[in-house]
């Protein structure tokens, strides 16, 4: 079965970078959209990046500028660089596959989510 295993998030004051990781298996990585995900504590988990199978992306408003996505097909990991961290980004993340690159109305294909990596920005 499909498994995601994040990593790369910790404690960082406004302003800082973190640079998150997603190891997949049990998947074609390379055909597949790929997504960073998080959730605030009593908000619904939201779609913040994609990065198409053609290398394309696609960014939350709020995250613009600030978070890049890359991925390494042949490693099969997704990465989330997070650069001027402010404390609204303060969330769990996770990766998936969404359905298309829309961030604001894409389905998950993948039922099954990891652990997700906590991120807290915080002076």
């Known amino acids: 079965q499909v498994q995601f295993v994040e990593s790369g998030g910790g404690l960082v004051q406004p302003g800082g970078s973190l640079r998150l990781s997603c190891a997949t298996s049990g998947m074609v990585f390379a055909y597949y959209h790929m997504g960073w995900y998080r959730q605030a504590p009593g908000k619904q988990r939201e779609l913040v990046a994609v990065?198409?199978?053609?290398?394309?992306?696609n960014y939350l408003d709020s995250v613009k500028g600030r978070f890049t996505a890359s991925r390494d097909n042949a490693k099969k990991v997704v990465y989330l660089q997070m650069n001027s961290l402010k404390p609204e980004d303060t969330a769990v993340y996770y990766c998936?596959?969404?359905?298309?690159?829309?961030?604001?109305?894409?389905?998950?294909?993948?039922?099954?989510w990891g652990q997700g990596t906590q991120v807290t920005v915080s002076s």
């Open positions: 990065i198409t199978s053609d290398g394309d992306t």
């Open positions: 998936n596959a969404p359905g298309d690159r829309n961030i604001l109305t894409s389905r998950v294909i993948f039922p099954s």
